[in-house]
């Protein structure tokens, strides 16, 4: 029972941080996260957060970082990346951020530690996308 209202309070959290970065996307407000790691390099980074890659044989854990540009999971033996322009969609499912790639060669499963990390990693995702796919059509 205890579990239960745990979980359930998590949720709330997560709800709750979606409805205020929600209110902040649909104003062009993203928000941003100081980070020093490299492969970021000068792009701006929107979102950060540990994560692990369950479909992945080795289950690698590390960080999703969410830049300008991409998708970076850092952490395992490689990096992967996915640019914007690649990616046709960004799904939440429970603790779940899933990104699908444009061409359909892959999607990545990204396992996010909180409801609230999940839900906002993939708002985030799903607006940088968006930018990506406005900013092709306006060429």
């Given at each position: 029972m205890a579990a239960d209202i745990e979980l359930e309070q998590e949720m709330l959290e997560g709800l709750e941080r979606l409805v205020t970065l929600d209110e902040d996307l649909q104003a062009a407000r993203l928000p941003l996260v100081d980070t020093t790691h490299?492969?970021?390099?000068?792009?701006?980074?929107?979102?950060?957060?540990?994560?692990?890659?369950?479909?992945?044989?080795?289950?690698?854990?590390?960080?999703?970082?969410?830049?300008?540009?991409?998708?970076?999971?850092?952490?395992?033996?490689?990096?992967?990346?996915?640019?914007?322009?690649?990616?046709?969609?960004?799904?939440?499912?429970?603790?779940?951020?899933?990104?699908?790639?444009?061409?359909?060669?892959?999607?990545?499963?990204?396992?996010?530690?909180?409801?609230a990390d999940a839900l906002c990693g993939a708002a985030i995702a799903r607006h940088l996308i968006t930018e990506a796919r406005d900013r092709r059509g306006s060429r």
């Amino acid at each position: 029972m205890a579990a239960d209202i745990e979980l359930e309070q998590e949720m709330l959290e997560g709800l709750e941080r979606l409805v205020t970065l929600d209110e902040d996307l649909q104003a062009a407000r993203l928000p941003l996260v100081d980070t020093t790691h490299r492969v970021v390099g000068t792009d701006a980074c929107h979102y950060s957060a540990p994560v692990s890659m369950p479909e992945d044989s080795a289950q690698p854990s590390g960080r999703l970082l969410l830049t300008a540009t991409r998708a970076v999971f850092i952490g395992g033996a490689k990096l992967t990346a996915v640019p914007w322009h690649m990616a046709a969609r960004a799904i939440h499912g429970g603790r779940d951020v899933l990104l699908v790639r444009a061409d359909g060669t892959a999607a990545y499963r990204f396992r996010c530690n909180s409801y609230a990390d999940a839900l906002c990693g993939a708002a985030i995702a799903r607006h940088l996308i968006t930018e990506a796919r406005d900013r092709r059509g306006s060429r």
